[in-house]
Structures are given as structure tokens and as C-alpha cells.
């Protein structure tokens, strides 16, 4: 099969797929033709009938009394649903191959056939991109627990009131999963409504990978509650999501600071004049961390303890070189590349939430949904986060076609 | 220090009534919003907690306790709150035992007050063998309680008056101590009103008697000390007093820029002066 044939493929894969750009861009050209059915690139099939194989060992090991560690039982679950979709993929392959000869041969039948061909090729199609999603290499944190940085961006008060609905967004979707979560830090406003800025960790493995897509700059249109005319306004909120990569606690902090060379990273202390010692006697627990060679500087000071404010200013540090090596990676390996694919990672203005309309679209792929209520309280933000996950591995997909 | 003027109250109270309890004693508007945030994490009477910190009651006496390293100390009236500038030497001294060769060292922690410096150093060196006195039967009892409150057993514990008792002194690795430091002229000028309302004077007020007593007594039973100071004239006494021959001397600062803590070791001693290597800067 020629690269143009699997392309076409793909589009036909994602004209399917609601909701993505792509869909929007080809759903005026035309529908499905005889000629569109394709089957996988060989060395796709490859790949999937070497997980068939390791499914088979493993099933063999288990037979003869073998048990599961933790990296098999992983690899067991994505080789059985490979392998379930790898048949059903088959199936219908061979049922579509059936039909195109009972096509050729009888001209009695070819009406039925055709319209029983027609129904049978969107689900074929359905069913490669599945396939496709499922040999994409995960993300390298995509076991990880995450930490989100909120900030209000412009708008004043009104910004840091929205960045206050996003924290209770992201706690109530927490809370709807079942997932363990804390406040890290939150710094509220001076007259009490809104925040300036507030660090949540999701303690859930995997959390990552789900909110990962949540990073950008968040945008609000509603007529605020300290608006007096009615005026709508417009104001923004950041998100930062990144990987837990240890926990909060001292020792894990103690153990990770001693990884530093001295002249690395400054630690600073809230500094007040007067005698000190005995003579005051100062609650100020603050601490500020700066890493020279990046130019981080994370403060903390949510905890009376300057040992626990050291603790988690230094989980916060971190996450962010974590985050940064990983963005950095990424762009050498494009630019190695010379990859003219667009990402979603570094993306501005990722998502509107419009008030007045009741409808939350995310920009970066064309998805809209008219919940503002659901949304912001967390339960159907998964609506929202799910359509983004198929946009990002339909482009995934696409990339691992372009590369066989 | 600034004035507070009413109008600065009444406009942080108008956000939150407690607010404008705590701004004349917690000083700024940022800083009074961070306690009353420890208040309610604390699940104490708010209203009671905000009533007693705008009579300046110290906070660790409003709710109880002070972190302390990764100590959670108990505090009670009658006996000195653990000050920053003592968990950071004592943090850092801990850490250096730790990693010394001396693994069960002997260690002797005068005026302990709380006995978080006791404390702190049985939790880093569970081997070593502490004795932690006061002459406080308050600091004595609340000791105890501290014990028990961190799970941290096999600390002896005595009520002894140090300057007064003739009983002979243990001999010891190390002796710990942060004694009185504020001589009494200075004690209403430098004193904060918190510390002098509500702080026992017992445990601030004194001038050189116990670095004397360093020098006179302990020095003969410790292979080296580490005493906090107040002011850099109680370091160069005890510099002063003590046998340049046999003995090194040094000066801490804490991260204020203060000089904080006075201290020594026998100089003939390879792993000591390996072990105090870098924690202040020699004077002896």
C-alpha cells in the first residue's frame, strides 16, 4: 500500500471521529467509497502481532503456574485489548473483502450488498483508528500523580475570582473520581474573594495523563459579580499541570536537596531585623527556593513549619524541571525532526468559558458544549477532556502513520 | 516600627472582622490573613484564638505547639516557645552528628525548656544518650508531655538548678544549652511586648552566669558545647575564659546575619574538628 492510500485512510478514520478539526475540514468533500478501504500498513500489523505473541507468552507462563509482577500484568491488559481489536478488525476486513466479491460476481445481490458495504466501512474505519490510538507510546509521566499551578491572568479581581472557579473545578472533579487531592498553597486575594494564586495536587497515579491537555491560558466571558452596568467582560486564568515526581514529605525533600551541588540552589528565610533570638518571637515560616541554573524560584510559606514549607517548595521544584527537561526533549526532537506537525502543548488561549451563552469551547479542538453549570463543578468536565484526548491521539495517530 | 492607623484597621476588618483583631499584633495585612488561616487549620475557637492574639498572646500559646524541625512541640505558659533561630542550629548540628562517626554520642541539653533541642537530637541519633534538664518544674512536665507527644522514648530527664546545684556534672560528648541571654537592662528596651507580657523571665533574663558556668563546670566534663547567645559580647567572654591551648572556639551566624551560638571542641580531637568543620567561623 502507497503512503497516499494510508492517508487517506486516516482522514477517513477522523471523518468519523467527532469531534476534530479534521472532521470539520473533510466532512464537506465526500462520503466513504469502495475505493477508501484500506488496509493497515504492514508494519503496523507487525507491531500489533508482536504483542499478540507476548500476550501468548504470557498466557503460556501463567499456564504453567507463572505469576504477574506489576510491569506484566500492564503489558497483559494493553496486549488483550490489542488483540481483541486486532479481531475485530479482521473481522470486519474479511466481511467487507466478502462482500465486494458478492459484488462483482452476482448483480442480483449487489444492491444489499452495497448498502450492507456502506455500513460496514465507517465501522471498519472506526475500529483502525482505535487500533492506531492503542500503539501510540505513552507519555512519559502518564503514571504519574499531577500538581496544578492556578494563576489569574488579565481581567483584575474579576481574573482572580475565575481562577478561583477553576481550583473548585479541578477539586471537584477530583472529588467526582474519587480521587485523593490537597491544597499545596493558596494565596487569596486581599479582599477575600478570588485568588492570586493556589498549587492543587491530585495524589491519583495517572492523574497526569488525564489533565495533562488542561495547561494554557483559560479564557472567561460573563458579566462579573462586582460589574455594575451589565457589561460583559473578558479575563483569563493559567493553568500549569505538572508530574508529581516524589512526594511532599522531609525526608523525600532532605534526600532530593542533597542531589544539588551548593552553589546550585539558594534557600531564603524570612529575614527581620531587631535582635531576634529571644528577644521577638516570629510565626514567619516562609521559605524561598532558587534553583540558579534554570532560574526557578518557588516560595512557599502555606505551613507553620518552615521544615513542611521547605518540603514542598522543594516537590514543586521538582515537578517544574521535571516538566522543563521533558518540554525541552520535545523540542530537540522535533527540531531533529524538522517535524512541521503542530502540538497542543505550548498552545495559548486553550479554552473559552462563555456565561452569558451557557457554552465552553476549546479552541485547539473545535469543541464546544453548552454546561456551564456541569462543567464547573467538575462532573462534565470529562466531556471536555475527553474530546481534547481524541483530537490529541487522532494527530498522534497520524504522526505514527507518517513515520512507518 | 510603623503605626497602625485606625483606618488600616477598619478597612482589613471590613474584609473579615478577625482580621482587624490580629493586624495590630501580626503587623501587616498579608501576614495577619496567613494566621488566621493557620487559626482555622487548627480547628481551634477561631473567635477566642483571634480575641487572645490581639492581647498579644504569643500564637504557639493560643494553639498549643510549634513545629520544630520535624517536631511537633508542645508549648504551655511558663515556658519559652522554640525560636527559628534554634531550629536552624540545631537542625544543622543534628545533621552533622549524623553523618559523624560517633554514632551513640552522650549528650547533655541544659536549660531545655521544652526540650526540643533534646528532642530534636535523640530523633536524629536514636543511639545517643540524652539528659535533658531544667530548673523549671513547668519545663520539666512539659517535657515529659513532649516526649510522649513525638513518640520518643529513653531521654533522661531532671529537675536541677545548674547555677546552684553542687552534685557532680555528667560527663558528656556534647552539651547543649540555650540558656537566658538578655541581660536585664536591655530587657524592656529590646524585648518585644509579646515575649515580655507573656514569656517566663525565668527563661530570658540572665547575663553571663551561665556562660561562667560553662566555663567553670561543663568544660571539664565535655569533649565540646554548643551555647546559643544573644549578643556577640557573650561569645568573646567565653572565648575569653577558656584555655586557648586545649580548646577551639567559634562564632555562628544565623541566616538573620546574628551572630546566634558560641562554640567549641577539644582541638587535640580529629573527628570533632572534622565534624564542626564549616558550622561557624573559628575565633580560637
Known sequence: MNFTKTLRLMRNTTLLRQPSFVARRWSTTTSPTIDDVEELHPSLISRIKQYVEQLHGLEQMLAAGGSFNAASQILYAKASSIKDIYERYQDQLEGLKALREMMDDDPSLKEDAEAEYAKLVPQLAKTSSELLRKLIPPHEFADKPCILELRPGVGGIEAMIFAQDLLNMYAGYAQSKRWKYHLTSKTENQSGSGIVDAILSIDEPGSYDVLKHEAGVHRVQRIPATETKGRTHTSTAAVVVLPQMGNESEKAADAYERSFKPDEIRIDVMRASGKGGQHVNTTDSAVRLTHFPSGIVVSMQDERSQHKNKAKAFAILRARLAERERLEREEKERSARKDQVTTTDRSDKIRTYNFPQNRITDHRCGFSMHDIEGVMSGERLDDLINAMEAYDSDLKARKILQEV | ?284
Open chain 2, 1 to 284: 516600627m510603623p503605626r497602625i492607623s485606625p483606618a488600616m484597621i477598619r478597612k482589613v476588618a471590613s474584609y473579615d472582622p478577625l482580621l482587624g483583631l490580629l493586624l495590630p499584633v501580626c503587623r501587616t495585612a498579608e501576614a495577619a490573613r496567613q494566621e488566621l488561616h493557620w487559626i482555622r487549620n487548627e480547628g481551634a475557637s477561631v473567635q477566642r484564638a483571634c480575641a487572645l492574639r490581639a492581647r498579644s498572646v504569643p500564637l504557639q500559646y493560643v494553639l498549643g505547639s510549634q513545629p520544630f524541625g520535624e517536631l511537633e512541640i508542645l508549648c504551655k505558659r511558663n515556658v519559652l516557645i522554640p525560636r527559628w533561630e534554634t531550629e536552624e542550629w540545631a537542625s544543622e548540628l543534628a545533621a552533622r552528628w549524623q553523618t559523624s562517626r560517633v554514632t551513640a554520642p552522650t549528650v547533655v541539653d541544659l536549660c531545655t525548656g521544652t526540650g526540643c533541642v533534646a528532642l530534636l537530637l535523640k530523633r536524629a541519633l536514636p543511639r545517643a544518650q540524652v539528659t535533658a534538664i531544667d530548673c523549671s518544674p513547668f519545663a520539666i512536665a512539659l517535657v515529659t508531655k513532649n516526649l510522649h507527644h513525638n513518640d520518643i522514648r529513653d531521654v533522661t530527664v531532671l529537675q536541677r538548678d545548674i547555677l546552684r546545684d553542687d552534685r557532680p556534672a555528667i560527663a558528656a560528648d556534647l552539651v547543649v544549652c540555650n540558656p537566658p541571654y538578655i541581660p536585664r537592662d536591655a530587657f524592656v528596651r529590646d524585648v518585644t511586648t509579646s515575649v515580655k507580657m507573656y514569656e517566663p523571665r525565668l527563661a530570658l533574663v540572665a547575663d553571663k552566669e551561665f556562660y561562667t558556668n560553662l566555663c567553670d563546670v561543663w568544660l571539664r566534663h565535655t569533649r565540646s558545647f554548643v551555647y546559643e547567645i544573644g549578643d556577640i559580647s557573650q561569645a568573646h567572654f567565653v572565648a575569653d575564659r577558656i584555655s586557648a591551648t586545649t580548646w577551639s572556639v567559634g562564632i555562628r551566624r544565623d541566616s538573620n546575619g546574628k551572630p546566634r551560638v558560641v562554640y567549641g571542641f577539644k582541638t587535640d580531637d580529629v573527628q570533632l574538628n572534622k565534624l564542626y568543620d564549616g558550622f561557624g567561623y573559628l575565633v580560637r
